[in-house]
């Protein structure tokens, strides 16, 4: 994941300065590539219930933004003045940044931020790219963000190996708690 990450970065930096439609199909094959990835991150783990969360989140994040795309009626940006009922009235929310989002999101609750960081700077790009091209305004972007917040929330579990030890501490007002335990 780190490589991918790395390696989409590295594309945007060699290219230089790029037009906006480079930029916006590099942030739409990103936008791709993260679920599959992400995917691939859980087959590797053979952790098949976070592939089935995987699975969930994304669904319910893209098919929620593309919904709301269509019940919402958004100008976009490069479409002024919009005239009703045409493909340049769908703007709100960015299905492509929700599909980005979702598993940056699932990668992040499942497996933490060293999958998270990464996860979230693509995500973040395709964010950027789409608002770069004007397809998008931002609050369309930080949108669909906050439906893969809320999805990934409601259904996406902390990933524990099938057996081993482990331990946690937590802090209250009561005072500080450690625990150890052993999962068989």
């Given at each position: ?8 970065l ?7 300065p ?12 990103i936008?791709?590539?993260l ?20 699975a ?5 994040t893209v ?8 019940l ?10 919009c ?5 340049n ?28 960081i ?17 397809k ?37 007002s ?11």
């Amino acid at each position: 994941m780190k490589r991918f990450v790395g390696a989409a970065l590295a594309i945007v930096v060699i290219a230089g300065p790029a037009s906006a439609k480079t930029t916006e199909k590099l942030g739409t094959g990103i936008a791709i590539a993260l679920p599959v990835v992400a995917g691939g991150i859980t087959l590797l783990k053979e952790d098949y219930t976070g592939t089935a969360q995987l699975a969930v989140t994304t669904v319910l994040t893209v098919g929620t933004a593309y919904g709301l795309k269509h019940l919402i009626k958004e100008c976009r940006p490069f479409a002024t003045p919009c005239t009703k009922g045409g493909p340049n009235w769908n703007s709100f929310p960015s299905d492509t940044s929700a599909l980005a989002f979702a598993p940056a999101e699932f990668l992040r609750e499942r497996y933490g931020w060293s999958y998270g960081i990464p996860a979230y700077a693509a995500a973040g790009f395709v964010g950027w790219s789409r608002v770069d091209a004007e397809k998008h305004h931002w609050y369309d972007v930080a949108a669909s963000f906050g439906i893969s917040l809320l999805y990934n929330e409601l259904i996406t579990t902390r990933y524990h190996k099938p057996y081993g030890v482990y331990s946690d501490i937590q802090a209250d007002s009561n005072g500080v708690y450690a625990s150890l335990n052993y999962k068989f």
